[in-house]
Structure formats: C-alpha cells, structure tokens
C-alpha cells in the first residue's frame, strides 16, 4: 500500500493487435488463462504472444511511477501509453509479485516485473527507460473469471 492513497484502479487500457494504441475503456472482462476480453494477448495477437512463459494475460502499472517518471526525467507518459492494462494507484506492485490479490472481483496472481523494453521507446517516441528501470508494473496472470471496473478496489 502507497500511503496516503487507496489500492485503486484509475484506468483500462487495451489494444486490438500488436502496434495498436491503447484504448481507454471503463470496463473490461477478465477470462482465466486468457486475459482481458478485447487485448491483443487474449487472442495471442500480441508482440509477445510467441514468446515463453507466463504473466502475459495482464499488466498494471502504478500511476506513482509516472508521475515520478514526470518529476524526476520532465517525461510526461500517460497510463494508456504505458502499454500497460491496468493503471492503479495507492499500492506498490512489486509486492504482488508470487502473490495473490484481488482487482474489484477478479483474483490475480502477480508474475514477474514489467521492465520497460525498446519497444516501449518505439512505440512511444520517448525515452521512457532509464525513468521505468524497476518500476515499468507488474505482469499478471488471471485466476478467477469476473469483471473490473475503474474504481475498483485492489485487494491483497
């Protein structure tokens, strides 16, 4: 938990197939062992979908990391260019990782961190990895089958 702040979702993003901007949606569907209804890894059209392993179905990023990436690098990148599914606030995601918890009624299992990668550069057009190195989210995978919502609560 980040202090002063509630385990929050602030936004979903998704994108259609790989290179695809992001798309800002209120609410999306989460299917066990698939990912989030409408993402390119849900279908396995996503850059990475070939590649091994797990933590695909879903990634979060904490809106602190941005903000800190503003202050500290004059770097202004919004939840959506993140590439990054889920912005949430007031929770320090590197904690979940091996873990359980809970987006609004959706158990997840965090994976692994989200490093920031060239593509994300490329994508972007900003030099966004220095200012991510160990704070670029969490890679997730989906337990339980449910709906999330902005304003959800996250629960560990």
């Given at each position: 938990?980040?202090?002063?702040?509630?385990?929050?979702?602030?936004?979903?993003?998704?994108?259609?197939?790989?290179?695809?901007?992001?798309?800002s949606?209120?609410?999306?569907?989460?299917?066990a062992?698939?990912?989030?209804?409408?993402?390119r890894?849900?279908?396995?059209?996503?850059?990475?979908?070939?590649?091994?392993?797990?933590?695909?179905?879903?990634?979060?990023i904490?809106?602190e990391?941005?903000?800190?990436?503003?202050?500290?690098?004059?770097?202004?990148?919004?939840?959506?260019?993140?590439?990054?599914?889920?912005?949430?606030?007031?929770i320090?995601l590197?904690q979940?990782i091996?873990?359980e918890?809970?987006?609004?009624?959706?158990?997840?299992?965090?994976?692994?961190?989200?490093?920031?990668?060239a593509h994300?550069?490329?994508?972007?057009?900003?030099?966004?990895?220095?200012?991510?190195?160990?704070?670029?989210?969490?890679?997730?995978?989906?337990?339980?089958?449910?709906?999330?919502?902005?304003g959800?609560?996250?629960?560990?």
């Amino acid at each position: 938990m980040v202090e002063g702040r509630t385990p929050l979702v602030t936004g979903i993003h998704l994108a259609a197939a790989a290179r695809e901007p992001m798309v800002s949606v209120e609410e999306v569907h989460a299917v066990a062992g698939r990912g989030l209804e409408g993402d390119r890894y849900f279908d396995g059209s996503g850059t990475y979908s070939d590649e091994e392993g797990e933590g695909r179905a879903v990634t979060l990023i904490e809106v602190e990391a941005l903000e800190r990436l503003r202050a500290e690098y004059d770097i202004d990148l919004e939840p959506s260019e993140s590439r990054r599914n889920i912005a949430t606030q007031g929770i320090s995601l590197d904690q979940l990782i091996g873990r359980e918890f809970r987006v609004g009624e959706v158990r997840m299992r965090g994976i692994r961190s989200c490093e920031p990668c060239a593509h994300l550069m490329e994508m972007t057009g900003k030099k966004v990895l220095r200012g991510l190195v160990h704070r670029g989210g969490l890679r997730a995978e989906i337990v339980s089958d449910g709906t999330i919502h902005v304003g959800d609560p996250i629960i560990e």
